[in-house]
């Protein structure tokens, strides 16, 4: 009776998650469908205006990107604005997220104030930064620096200019969400420590080096894990601002894959990009969460 | 005397040394607000002007204000030769909280079942599974988007309210189940252990222990789930008509064929960033400490 | 008190009243002339139609008549309008897919060769023919401009034939590519008004020089959209319409070296007299700082005049004077040529109704409203043009100088881009030479060739070669 009643409630109990998983799972499970045809799209020629020109290819979408110049580029771009955009945005982050944890006046003003640039599309906002970003001092931000006695910068004019002014709409639109959670990773720190620290004479860098950041550890990797996916595949802002340009300095797998499919209609070669830049994220985003379960472990 | 001198140098080197603190305080908290604030005032600026002062060089931060902007967006007709609009935007922010509050209402639905299956129970594949309930999140629109408007127009999904608030679960559904996870997580073993001892079934544990205790964790997800829903610009474009346009395609609409009505463009943007900001107004006390329950486990 | 709020009540319930009464009469008078024609409007009464829009002055003047419309045939309309690229995005998926979600839609003369191939969008002759749904009296085809009729036939053949064939859409409003500079800023300096490549160079040049703002703008964005303007046009005119994009054999000509020479000149004057910002310049960016004062010449739509004459926004209204592009040897220009026009797609269920729209929305009063309302400029029917009221407009336009200047160049405009559906990958291949060359990465002879080669690879890829 007792051994029955155990067996039923156990596999109850082993059913139980999968049941409860079930809604979420049908849910996406309708756009997976969508996913095996972009994949399979992948594997074909098709190319929107020509219908008639519809074959399947294997994978030579795939293999025509090693001699597609732009490709390296992109990647390239890709990668290397992922890790500037991380690096910079977690950096900053994290040093907005110690000043609003000291205790200043106004604190409670300045976080609510915070959440402004989330409240915008981000294409907007990269519409209204590039008015702002005009070249000549008819742009805000140049009119304004000329009062600092600062040259006008050719803010989108040229290659370089482009890519920091993207990254700088980028940090704008993204800063108030990494130091929002670190700064709440500093309110859960432990206290103990500290006052250890302090008995022993520590000063603030060193308190902030052997104690705050390896307690904040989980957080500045889950921070890093969000802003890594999205720095990856970063589309509106860009969209909204050069395009890709100028001289394809711009140009990241995400906007390339566009260009392909909705510029020139190429959708088979626009879904391989868009397949190998699902890949990158998938692998970074998977190591990255393996790194977030030990760092969180480490420190339960 | 030196020894008096010494004994006064102190207390003034501190107050010195505090009084550079401050000043450095006060200018950092400067700076840090015009980086966050510049762009929004800048949008709201723009929104009060009059076409000329818009493209007036330098720009201008004396002008006389004009409601003209706001007027466009509900009225349609502007005064003058401006170029005029058909007043939809009122009918896409309308499009915009059906499908973000659909959207959102479906996520927390769905998603409270599977955070708590996640936090709660130990099954093969668990792992896995979250792993790929959290992928959706990685995926390029591009890869999706026309597959996707294919599927939308075979089942008449195309340019209805149901319809997109289906495609944002790409966008809010990983997203609300990690965070529920995480704040299910919070929530000590015993507490639950207590209440099943005391007869409840999971459901009971669920509704009666764990909802009330994650009220807050539930807000703010809801918050930026919204928010995400709010501001999203690439699936609506390709997944709605006229009758579901969103505010973000709206907004976009000021690109016109000969002009840019930038000053209707940042009146639509104001406008639509109202919701968000009476939402988030409202838990914002929340905010921070759900953020952190959500970041961690 | 009393009595006054009782008042004030009456007059705003009277206040939609009389609205609507006037609205009434002006509706009556509309659907009156409409009725004119000798079709039978209400034969696809309630079927219903969703049309394609690009965001556009010409739109904006549709939507308020649609009711009209709805009362004149019976026939519903729906509608959805984006900007530019985002509604070609949409279009072309709904065409190639054959959904028929839009059945008129805005198009125009290089993007119907994308359409055709495909066979996505139905020849309009049928229609036109047919006298149970056209009255061609009422309707008055001749009264359009022919080279604009013209531009919107084309044969279907690969490389030529524009012109012959049947018409795919009809246009809507001309436009065709002059140069506009800031004729106070030239008489001040002495500055003489370019006639040759050189000359403008040098104009942009002196107004950096003298007046501090950017001397020439132009459209910088490494997309076809930077090429079709004044730049091509300027080439075209350069080589006195001896050069096209292909030679003979359908192979890519950018590397021809008459085209290296003024691409070379072009980038240099560029470099040197424009704004710094020109890699990143859309069609607007250059209007809106030729209209705030912000440069001294500027080489695209001739139209664009409707906003630098307008004094609500305009710095420069007034002091603009308009000229023909400079022209190469042979002294003559030969600007490109663009319509938006209106047609019809295949997939469409209710073509007849379709038609009907584009009949009605088409028609010389339903255009003369767009244009008298909703500055949709240049009209595209000769009759609009010479309306007193149109005239009045454009006529103060650069003290006279803006309409002769566009009649003048309409004797030589004409679609320059060669017919193929891949024009709009041979365009942006083309503009991203042009930054290698700006960012002096490359010569450029090397990066016209290397584009030419790119194109030719495109071509065969697509089976058109």
Not at chain 1, 125 to 154: E, H, Q, R
Not at chain 2, 247 to 261: C, D, K, N, P, W
Not at chain 3, 70 to 84: F, Q
Request: aromatic share 12%; with cysteine; charged share 15%.
């Amino acid at each position: 009776m007792s051994t029955t009643r155990k067996r039923r409630h156990w596999r109850r109990e082993r059913l139980l998650p999968y049941l409860l998983l079930a809604p979420a799972l049908v849910l996406l499970a309708g756009m997976v469908y969508p996913f095996l045809l972009g994949l399979y799209y992948s594997f074909t020629s098709y190319w929107l205006q020509y219908p008639n020109r519809f074959r399947f290819v294997w994978l030579d979408n795939y293999l025509s990107l090693i001699e597609e110049p732009l490709f390296a580029r992109a990647l390239e771009f890709t990668l290397g604005f992922t890790l500037a955009a991380v690096v910079i945005q977690v950096g900053l982050g994290l040093a907005v997220a110690l000043f609003l944890h000291a205790r200043i006046p106004g604190r409670a003003a300045i976080r609510a104030l915070m959440l402004l640039p989330l409240m915008i599309p981000p294409v907007i906002t990269a519409l209204m930064w590039k008015i702002m970003m005009g070249s000549t001092n008819a742009g805000i931000l140049n009119y304004l620096l000329s009062f600092l006695g600062v040259d006008p910068v050719n803010w989108f004019g040229s290659t370089q200019g482009a890519i920091v002014s993207v990254l700088i709409i980028d940090t704008w639109g993204n800063l108030p969400f990494v130091s929002l959670i670190l700064l709440g990773g500093l309110q859960a720190l432990p206290t103990e420590p500290y006052e250890a620290a302090r008995v022993d004479g520590a000063g603030p860098i060193d308190i902030l080096r052997y104690v705050t950041l390896p307690l904040l550890s989980p957080f500045i990797v889950l921070v890093v894990l969000f802003r890594t996916m999205d720095s990856l595949r970063i589309f509106d802002v860009i969209y909204a601002t050069t395009l890709g340009g100028p001289n394809d300095a711009t140009t990241n797998l995400h906007i390339m894959a566009y260009q392909y499919s909705f510029q020139w209609y190429q959708m088979g070669k626009g879904m391989a990009q868009a397949i190998v830049l699902l890949i990158l994220v998938v692998i970074i985003s998977y190591l990255l969460m393996r790194l977030w379960n030990r760092a969180s472990e480490s420190t339960a | 005397m030196t020894a008096q001198a010494v004994l006064y140098q102190a207390p003034q080197a501190v107050s010195y040394r505090r009084t550079v603190r401050q000043v450095a305080i006060g200018v950092a908290a400067v700076v840090l607000l015009a980086w966050t604030c510049f762009p929004f005032v800048w949008i709201l600026l723009t929104s009060l002007k009059s076409p000329g002062d818009i493209l007036s060089v330098p720009p201008s931060f004396v002008f006389t204000p004009t409601i003209d902007n706001y007027a466009a967006l509900v009225m349609g007709e502007q005064r003058g030769q401006y170029s005029s609009t058909r007043p939809d935007f009122p009918l896409f922010f309308l499009n915009s909280l059906i499908i973000s509050v659909g959207a959102v209402a479906l996520s927390v639905l769905a998603g409270i079942p599977a955070a708590y299956a996640l936090a709660r129970f130990t099954f093969p594949a668990k792992n896995g599974l979250a792993f790929l309930l959290m992928s959706f999140r990685f995926v390029p629109f591009i890869a999706f988007v026309i597959p996707l408007y294919l599927l939308f127009q075979t089942f008449g999904l195309y340019n209805t309210h149901g319809g997109l608030i289906l495609a944002y679960q790409l966008i809010t559904l990983p997203f609300t189940i990690w965070m529920l996870r995480s704040f299910f997580q919070e929530i000590p073993l015993e507490t639950q252990e207590a209440a099943m001892i005391d007869g409840c079934s999971w459901l009971g544990v669920l509704t009666r222990v764990i909802l009330p205790l994650s009220m807050p964790g539930i807000a703010v997800t809801v918050i930026l789930g919204f928010m995400f829903c709010w501001n999203a610009f690439n699936y609506p474009l390709m997944l709605a008509g006229r009758q579901t346009f969103p505010v973000t395609v709206g907004a976009i609409q000021f690109i016109s064929y000969e002009q840019v009505l930038w000053g209707q463009m940042a009146a639509a943007t104001i406008v639509a960033a109202l919701p968000q900001l009476v939402l988030s107004l409202m838990v914002q006390k929340y905010i921070v400490r759900g953020l952190t329950m959500g970041a961690v486990k | 008190m009393h009595l006054r709020r009782r008042q004030l009540a009456g007059l705003l319930l009277a206040a939609p009243v009389i609205g609507a009464g006037l609205a009434e009469a002006q509706d009556d008078e509309a659907l009156a002339y409409y009725r004119q024609a000798k079709i039978d409007w209400q034969q696809a009464k309630g079927q219903s139609l969703t049309i394609g829009l690009n965001k556009h002055p010409f739109t904006e003047s549709l939507l308020p008549l649609i009711p009209e419309f709805r009362k004149l045939t019976g026939i519903n309309v729906e509608y959805l309008i984006l900007p530019e690229a985002e509604y070609f995005t949409k279009l072309v998926a709904d065409l190639s897919q054959q959904r028929g979600e839009f059945s008129v839609i805005m198009t125009g003369p290089v993007r119907n060769w994308q359409y055709v191939t495909p066979g996505w969008i139905l020849p309009l002759d049928d229609f036109l023919n047919n006298p149970k749904l056209t009255d061609k009296s009422w309707y008055k085809l001749d009264d359009f401009y022919p080279a604009l009729i013209a531009a919107n036939r084309w044969n279907g053949k690969t490389g030529g034939g524009i012109g012959e064939g049947p018409i795919y859409s009809i246009p809507v409003l001309e436009e065709s590519y002059i140069l506009s500079y800031r004729k106070d800023i030239f008489d001040q300096y002495n500055i003489k008004v370019p006639t040759t490549l050189e000359e403008m160079a040098e104009a942009a040049r002196l107004v950096k020089k003298n007046a501090g703002i950017p001397g020439i703008v132009a459209r910088g964005t490494p997309s076809v959209a930077s090429m079709g303007t004044g730049f091509m046009s300027g080439l075209k005119s350069y080589t006195d319409d001896q050069w096209s994009e292909f030679d003979g054999k359908l192979n890519a000509n950018f590397h021809d070296p008459r085209s290296v020479k003024y691409t070379e000149a072009w980038i240099n004057m560029v470099r040197e007299s424009g704004p710094p910002n020109w890699a990143n310049m859309q069609w607007y960016d250059a209007m809106e700082a030729f209209t705030a004062g912000q440069a001294g010449m500027i080489v695209d739509a001739d139209f664009f005049a409707a906003n630098y004459e307008d004094p609500k926004k305009s710095k420069v209204a007034g002091k603009v004077g308009y000229a023909l592009i400079p022209a190469g040897p042979g002294g003559k220009p030969y600007s490109g040529l663009w319509t938006w026009a209106l047609g019809i797609s295949k997939a469409t269920k209710n073509k007849e109704a379709a038609w009907l729209f584009a009949q009605w929305a088409t028609a010389p009063r339903t255009l003369l409203n767009a244009t008298v309302g909703y500055r949709n400029y240049n009209p595209s029917r000769k009759s609009v043009t010479d309306d007193p009221r149109v005239q009045e407009i454009m006529g103060s336009w650069g003290g006279g100088s803006y309409l002769k200047t566009v009649a003048k160049n309409l004797e030589t405009a004409k679609v320059i881009w060669t017919p193929q559906p891949e024009r709009t990958r041979m365009g942006d291949v083309w503009a991203r030479a042009l930054h290698e060359i700006y960012f002096q990465r490359m010569s450029a002879a090397d990066a016209l060739k290397k584009a030419s080669m790119e194109t030719d690879k495109v071509l065969k890829e697509a089976g058109i070669k």
